[in-house]
């Protein structure tokens, strides 16, 4: 790598500084982070930046996650949006453009795709993408000066931007871990040493790093320990939800009658076994539970990707439970969810992982004002986050006896919750608004780059290494 | 209407997915049929959603052209092979507006049918199909045409390609095959190009492999070994060199060839096990168990008349007790508590264990189970299907010791710590798996005591015991235990377990019957099965007692021959038929074959003969000799001329160092039916005082009960 510093005028010459925000899986892409990244460039706007979005191409992500144009809508027009002609070749489904290497040994291609990516940068599926988004950042920076560069991961390899912009112009950058790299968030362990090429990687950039983000206290707490000296740049940003999303839920008299409807909102990315521990819970609730036998259980989202989509062991599952009141909806628009949330009477919170993982979507199901029925381990953050919910069933873990009772529970909440209990759970959640848990965020990072753009508020961080505060 | 096909190569992991797609397809008014390769009787859809049709090309159908491509094709060119002389295939591509893959394999047929039908979509999964049926464009005439000229041409190339390919390959094949090798100057030239400068890892190893196999099948193994050897000191990867040299070995065991480059092949596995160990404990172990496969595979020590491991131990064991990784293995663990001593205010509970073979344990249990002061449990680790494969992996075994944790060890625990806990004594029959599970994690305050036949002296499993947790070692003879503890020198260390000889369980009682007057020339051996039994060494004595007397005749009682475990046991197999079909028609040989009544088939048995290479024991000379018989026994040559083996473990005239002296020695014991009937009393008083379970139960109560 070359140590070349060329001295670029900066934008801050008294004009808006500006921003570069590597933002893989903004809208209109259909992927969870969609909303966390869309927050972050609207906050950076209305603190006075100009923003430029680098993202890959809408194709790309109609080969994987889909497509939410209505996603854009509430993206500010300000908002400038780069998008990279780099698309996921594994996932490629036309065979015409398949070379006959690749149709002789799909899998074998893939394999041999993987070694060649890793050579670029250590992470499978991205790592080949590392020199287009080096020239992509650069070329931006060329033409609007940066002041700062956000890189949120994943995927990784936008590190190797991230640090190529430094190297070369010495623009400050920050991080957005959100659930942190060298950490195996499912395991709970480490996902690869410090002295591995990853490790290496992830120790460099870090270094010098203004703010690095991560969504919970447990993984901010393993970033701060696996770098001690960093520790007060490590702050913790959680995700949050919308309230666009939520549904009108007030005057709700369910008819016990007519049985209730379940609901599950999200990518279904945990495993057969898992489902298949939730769908017996299903079962036997219905065996046991009158209510429950007489109500139906939707799930929405994406399934598999690529030749698999939708045609998975998942969707064995959810075929064969469909005697069972289960059905398979597809993904929701982002239009179209409060809507769904509001026809729904209680959700099903399906979540891998364990202390280390939150998700952005029990911040969404808390806010709803519905029951929620928690199917995940019993020391997942959700628990901490759903604590004092007051229509919250409990972790029980994934013993699917115990999920039963959490069903019948659940329904009992439905049935008999009122708009005062609904209001109190939605008034719970309210500190988890995106805006709320961004905007200080955003600011903080201001005044740590520019310290006079964020005008004469307070700094953001009580103490270094604690959460941005709302 | 849109026409589409569907290919499926296997029948699909999802079938409801499949029907519901082939619903939306209907519902868009699409056409669809299903080809598969499999059997289309194993997909059951409504004919009304989809025409479904196998088009794989029967056995009997295939012409000469197509087997050789099929035998040559990858996979996925195999199943598009089948779908080209399928005339029905053939017309539903070419009509098709989109071809579907259904799965990875058929991907290649569809990609070749998308080259003969420019016009239709192809499209790897059902779902991108359906989107591509919702959007479906028409493509401008220039572009098709585009399309048309480039799959055409394509399709001209690649068949010339294949073709020049082919022959290449078959030239390269025919260049370093066995007659170029077993050429001299061949030999020599391949020998130093395979060790030329300069040429990747990938395709030395690849040329030295072909070479090796060539040379050895040319009957030249040491230039086979000379070509891998110079290979292998060019690779600079320790995994490829490894692999060369283990690919080296193997073949020459699948040939029955003790290989040239055994230990170079184990050393570099080990090297590779060591090298890996700090970081990769898992492919460490697969390193450590490869090593262990080579160095205990049959054809050294079962299928051959001699083994490495008898004739020097420490010499064949020297890269194992070198490897860091091989010593972890059976490095001591210790236990936090000693096993407890009998219990004296209830009775003990005894817990005996194996891993499918009971053979030798009837007598035992049945003996405990009938004492009040001791409660029997029996556990066969292969009784119950969900846990038995956890017995049957040594690799995962090694992947545990040398990780330290494992959920495999999770796995172990959990299935073996409630009988530990219930057990105060458990008697572990055969030092293999059970043994090495039942130290894989401390065993508590249970005393395990560990019984060692014969073969496992020769076998890995002991290698993955930990004798820090073992109370007592029990061997059926002195020369097994000679053998196991120059085998496994932790066995005689300080703190190391408590050794025993005790002779096998045996009821000898049922086995003393009357003899008819003409058995005194029927030589008997009782279990003829394997190649270590050496049945050809009776035929030789047959052979030289019919020289000199015709009424001498041989019975083989048990099953037949087993001439499927190797090379070796195959050619020896066939040796031994050889024999038979000359002496069976002459009334010289009968296979009595097996029986569940073994002392009625020793009746007829005069002489019983023990012809084996090695033995622990031989219960079937024991039995035929309590029976009335003249035992005649074999100097098993792997302990002859040891310390202990057949002449220490048996009278002195009892054993004979040749087929010779063994012949004199029938001859001279049935001179006379007198003298035939004497020497046939005198073994079976001797074998009933020595080795009757009335006799040893003792050495057992010594050891179970302190008695």
């Known amino acids: 790598m070359s140590n070349r510093v060329v001295p670029l005028p900066r934008s801050g010459g008294g004009s808006r500084p500006h921003a570069i925000y590597l933002a893989i899986g903004f809208p209109p892409a259909a992927k969870s982070s969609a909303y966390r990244l869309r927050e972050t460039a609207n906050q950076f706007v209305a603190l006075g930046w100009d923003i430029t979005v680098i993202t890959i191409c809408q194709e790309a992500w109609e080969r994987e996650y889909g497509l939410d144009h209505t996603l854009s809508e509430k993206v500010d027009p300000r908002v400038k949006v780069v998008e990279l002609p780099l698309i996921r070749e594994d996932l490629e489904t036309d065979i015409r453009a398949f070379s006959e290497e690749r149709s002789l040994d799909p899998a074998g291609w893939i394999k041999r795709l993987r070694q060649r990516e890793q050579k670029v940068f250590p992470e499978p599926v991205f790592g080949g993408w590392r020199y287009e988004l080096e020239a992509a950042v650069l070329r931006v920076h060329r033409e609007h000066p940066a002041d700062l560069l956000l890189a949120s991961c994943a995927p990784y390899v936008n590190l190797a931007a991230t640090w190529k912009l430094w190297e070369e112009h010495k623009v400050p950058y920050a991080i957005d871990f959100r659930d942190g790299w060298s950490l195996d968030v499912i395991g709970g362990g480490e996902a690869f040493t410090r002295d591995s090429v990853s490790g290496r990687w992830e120790s460099k950039v870090l ?18 320990e696996r770098y001690p000296h960093l520790a007060d740049r490590v702050h913790v940003v ?5 309230e666009d999303s939520l549904p009108d839920v007030t005057g709700r008299s369910p008819d016990p009658a007519a049985g209730l409807t379940f609901g599950y909102l999200g990518s279904v990315n945990f495993t057969p076994a898992f489902l298949e521990s939730v769908l017996d819970g299903w079962r036997i609730a219905r065996r046991d539970d009158p209510v429950v036998a007489r109500s139906r259980f939707e799930v929405r989202g994406h399934i598999g990707a690529g030749p698999a989509r939708e045609a998975n062991r998942h969707m064995d599952l959810l075929k064969e439970a469909a005697a069972d009141g289960v059905s398979f909806g597809g993904p929701v628009p982002k239009a179209d969810l409060a809507a769904t949330y509001g026809s729904w009477d209680a959700l099903v919170l399906m979540l891998v992982g364990g202390r280390f993982v939150t998700s952005g979507k029990v911040y969404e199901f808390m806010a709803t004002g519905l029951p929620v029925l928690s199917a995940h381990d019993v020391d997942h953050d959700a628990a901490n986050i759903l604590a004092g919910h007051p229509l919250w069933t409990g972790a029980v873990g994934l013993d699917p006896h115990r999920l039963a009772n959490s069903f019948s529970e ?18 719970l959640a309210r500190r988890f608004a995106r805006p709320a848990v961004l905007g200080p965020a955003v600011r903080h990072l201001t005044e740590l780059v520019r310290p006079t753009t964020a005008g004469d508020s307070t700094p953001a961080v009580a103490a270094s290494t604690e959460d941005v505060q709302p | 209407m849109t026409t589409v096909l569907i290919v499926a190569a296997t029948a699909p992991k999802q079938p409801a997915v499949l029907i519901e797609a082939l619903e939306r397809f209907r519902s868009r008014g699409a056409r669809v049929t299903v080809a598969c390769l499999f059997n289309s009787a194993d997909l059951p859809i409504d004919p009304a959603l989809a025409e479904v049709r196998t088009f794989a090309v029967p056995g009997e159908k295939r012409d000469a052209r197509l087997r050789k491509a099929l035998g040559r094709a990858p996979a996925n060119r195999k199943v598009w ?13 070419r009509a098709a507006d989109l071809l579907v893959a259904l799965d990875a394999r058929a991907v ?12 239709a979509g192809a499209y790897y999964g059902l779902v991108p199909a359906q ?9 401008s005439v220039g572009r098709r045409l585009e399309r048309q000229v480039a799959a055409a041409a394509g399709i001209g190339a690649r068949g010339a390609r294949r073709a020049a390919v082919q022959t290449v390959r078959t030239t390269l094949r025919k260049a370093t095959g066995q007659t170029v090798m077993s050429n001299p100057a061949g030999a020599w030239f391949w020998t130093h190009a395979v060790a030329a400068p300069r040429v990747p890892d990938r395709f030395r190893s690849k040329l030295a492999v072909r070479l090796h196999d060539s040379a050895v099948k040319a009957g030249r193994p040491a230039v086979a070994a000379r070509a891998a050897s110079a290979a292998a000191n060019r690779i600079n990867s320790a995994g490829t060199r490894a692999d060369v040299l283990t690919k080296a070995a193997q073949a020459e065991l699948a040939l029955g060839r003790v290989p040239t480059g055994l230990h170079d092949a184990i050393r570099a596995q080990l090297t590779l096990a060591d090298s890996l160990l700090p970081r990769d404990s898992k492919k460490a172990a697969a390193a450590v168990s490869r090593a262990w496969s080579l160095a205990s595979n049959r054809v050294l020590h079962f299928d051959r008349l001699t083994s490495p491991m008898s004739e020097d131990p420490g010499a064949f064991l020297a890269p194992f007790r070198e490897s860091t990784a091989a010593r972890k293995l059976s490095a001591k663990r210790g236990r936090l508590a000693p096993a407890a001593p009998v219990p004296t205010d209830r009775p003990l509970r005894l817990l005996v264990t194996t891993l499918i073979n009971d053979n030798f344990l009837q007598e035992i249990l049945e003996r405990y189970r009938a004492m009040p002061n001791v409660e029997v449990r029996f556990l066969d680790l292969y009784d119950d299907p969900v846990t038995r494969p956890l017995a049957l992996s040594g690799s995962a075994v090694m992947e545990h010791l040398l990780a330290g944790e494992s959920s495999y060890g999770a796995k172990i625990e959990e299935w073996l710590r409630p009988h530990l806990d219930w057990a105060d004594t458990v008697f572990v029959d055969w030092c293999q798996a059970t043994a090495a599970l039942f130290t894989l994690h401390d065993p508590g305050s249970a005393r395990i005591i560990v019984r060692l036949h014969s073969f496992e002296a020769f076998n890995f499993w002991p290698h993955l015991v930990d004798f820090s947790r073992v109370d007592d070692v029990v061997f059926v003879s002195e020369h097994l235990k000679d053998l196991s503890t120059a085998v496994l020198p932790q066995l005689t260390e300080a ?39 050496d049945p050809r060494w009776a035929i030789e004595v047959l052979r030289r007692l019919r020289e000199r007397d015709e009424r001498y005749r041989l019975t083989l009682i048990g099953s037949d021959f087993n001439n499927r475990t190797s090379k070796p046991a195959k050619d020896y197999g066939k040796l031994l038929s050889k024999d038979l079909a000359e002496l069976e028609p002459l009334g010289a040989v009968r296979r009595y074959g097996q029986t569940d009544d073994v002392p009625a088939a020793l009746q007829e048995v005069g002489v019983i003969l023990s012809t084996s290479v090695r033995e622990s024991f031989h219960c079937g000379l024991v039995e035929g000799a309590a029976s009335g018989a003249v035992p005649v026994v074999r100097d098993w040559p792997f302990f002859a001329g040891k310390a202990h083996g057949a002449r220490t473990l048996f009278p002195a005239d009892w054993v004979a160092a040749t087929p010779e002296e063994a012949a004199e020695r029938i001859l001279a014991a049935t001179a006379t039916e007198e003298r035939w009937a004497e020497a046939g009393r005198a073994a079976s008083e001797h074998v009933l005082k020595t080795w009757d379970w009335t006799v040893t139960q003792t050495g057992y109560d010594r050891l179970l009960l302190d008695d």
Not at chain 1, 410 to 427: H, I, N
Not at chain 2, 81 to 93: D, F, G
Not at chain 2, 108 to 119: D, F, I, K, P, S
Not at chain 2, 131 to 139: F, V
Request: overall charge positive; charged content about 30%.
């Open chain 1, 207 to 224: 270094e010098h790093a203004v703010a690095v983000w991560c969504v919970n206290d447990p993984i901010a707490g393993f970033y701060r």
């Open chain 1, 238 to 242: 959680r995700n949050g939800y919308d």
């Open chain 2, 81 to 93: 092979l089948h779908a080209r002389h399928n005339s029905w295939v053939r017309q539903r591509y």
């Open chain 2, 495 to 533: 703190h190391g377990p408590r050794l025993w000889v005790i002779d096998n369980a045996m009821d000898l009682q049922r086995y003393p019957r009357s003899k008819p007057a003409d058995a005194r020339f029927t030589l008997g051996m009782v279990g003829f099965s394997s190649v270590a039994k």
């Open chain 2, 108 to 119: 290649h047929a569809v990609w070749e049918m998308a080259q003969r039908n420019t016009r």
């Open chain 2, 131 to 139: 989107k591509a049926l919702d959007a479906r464009r028409t493509e």
């Open chain 1, 410 to 427: 659940a329904a009992r909440m439905a049935l008999k919750a009122t708009d005062a209990d609904r209001r109190a759970a939605r008034e």
